[in-house]
Each structure stands twice: as C-alpha cells, then as structure tokens.
C-alpha cells in the first residue's frame, strides 16, 4: 500500500514512521517554506502542487491507495485542496487533525474567530502583548497600539518594525515561557487554538501569572471528510481500504 501524507507537522512526522514500520510506502510532502524543516522518515517531496489542478495531475503521476492530509489545523488552503483533488482523482482522503486545546477552570481565554476578530480585542485586554501566532497574520497586530513580543519559527518578510521580535522553535517548556513572558512583562498572550503539546508550556505559563489569553479558532474542517485523531485511527482506516 502507498500513501501520499501531506505534513509539516510533528504529527505527520511521527504518522510517517508508524507507517513506514507498518509495511506502508510513504511520500511524505512538505510545504517547503520552513528553513531548516525536520524531515519525516521515507521518501520526501517539497514544494506547492500549483493548486487543486497540480496536486490532481500529481496524483494521476504518482498513483496512490489513499491520501492523508495531515497539515496543521489552520493550513485551511491546502486542506480545501486536498479535498477538492481527493474529489477530482478518485483518490481516498483521510484528515489526521489534533484535538484543540481545553480551557481548566481558572483560565481567562477569549476565542476569537478571525486574526482580525483578536487583534480588535487586545487592547481591552492587556498592554503587553505575545504573539505566538506565526509570521502569518502578523500585520493584523501592527495598529493595536500594545508594546508586542512576537515569536516565530522563520522570519517575516519583511521584518516587522512595529514589535519586537525572537525567531525560535518549539517545543517549548514552562518555565522557559514564564521567564519569557516575565522578563518582557506580558500581561496578554495571543495564540491560535493549535493544540497538540509542543506549544502548550506558554498556556500553562499564562495560567500562572493569571493573564488573558485570546485564541484564535480554528478553520472549520471539511463536511463528509472522514477525521483522525491519531496515528492508530490512521492505521486502522488504512487496514479498511481495498488494496
Ligand atoms: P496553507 O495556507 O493551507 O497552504 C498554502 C499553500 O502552500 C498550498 O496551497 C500549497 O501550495 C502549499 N502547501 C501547504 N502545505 C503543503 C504540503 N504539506 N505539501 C505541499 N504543499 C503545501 O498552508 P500554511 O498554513 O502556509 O502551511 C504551510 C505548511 O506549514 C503546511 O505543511 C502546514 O502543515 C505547516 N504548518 C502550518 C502552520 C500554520 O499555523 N498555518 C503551523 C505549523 C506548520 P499549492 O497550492 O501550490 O499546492
């Protein structure tokens, strides 16, 4: 059995090598756009497809038993992608997502549906900002007249002058996100709802110093697309399939 596994994340990551182990021919395809991207066991393309009609042409190149988007919560484009293409080949899809994040009793989260929804709210929230939002979405943040910290895991282009900025790369620890967020003194944290645990020390820190965090919801997913939510869920779709 052959898959395509559309990745860049630690998920599809760790699903390449439980399929690698399980007998499945993995291509495992990445964006291409991260410097420095840890590479998931198997065979690896990188690269945009060119849209729907790439990723349709690629799939009658490269035929496949099964697709699995496996991209990150908020890579809405290249799920719609998948899907419309998934349509288009006959090929069939499976969604890996993670769940999202779950507030505990004494935390002060926002959810806000759209960037622009979050940076409308942050000023009745705090006068000192961190932004953990990725280097997308950013400019939305440029007139909320807060002092900002903004982390990233590439650079922005072109670099923003309007906050402060600190490249660096998950996974990230408690303690490590309150002396962060201490030392610049935060009192307002903004994040999308990515879940998964490598970017959640910075919930747990804002937990701590009992600080507002504002989350930014995530795309709806696909209607009729089947959904997993691990790696075993993956496998056991996968066992379902005709060969
Ligand atoms: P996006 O907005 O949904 O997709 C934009 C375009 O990037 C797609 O149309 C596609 O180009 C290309 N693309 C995206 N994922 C791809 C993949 N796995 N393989 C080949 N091409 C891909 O995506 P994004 O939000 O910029 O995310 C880009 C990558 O970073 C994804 O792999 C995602 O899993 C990862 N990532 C995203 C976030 C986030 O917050 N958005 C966070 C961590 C990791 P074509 O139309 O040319 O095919």
Redesign the pocket.
Known sequence: MKVLL????GE?RSLAQVLTSAGVEVVS??????TDARLPVGEVRS?????VD??VAWLRAHPVDAMIDA??P??????A?SVAAAGQAGVPLLILRRPGWTAQAADRWHRADTIDAAAALLPTLGSRAFLTI?R?GLQAFATTGLWTLARCVDPPEPPPTWCTLILARGPFDVAGELDLMRQHRIDVLVT?D?GGDMTAAKLEAARRMDIPVVLIERPPLPADIPTAHTSAEVLAWLGDRPR
Do not use: E, P
């Open positions: 559309l990745g860049g994340t599809a395809s990445l964006a291409g756009r991260t690269g945009g497809f060119g849209g790439g990723l991209t990150h908020f890579a809405a484009t290249m799920t992608h990725g997308q999308k990515s």
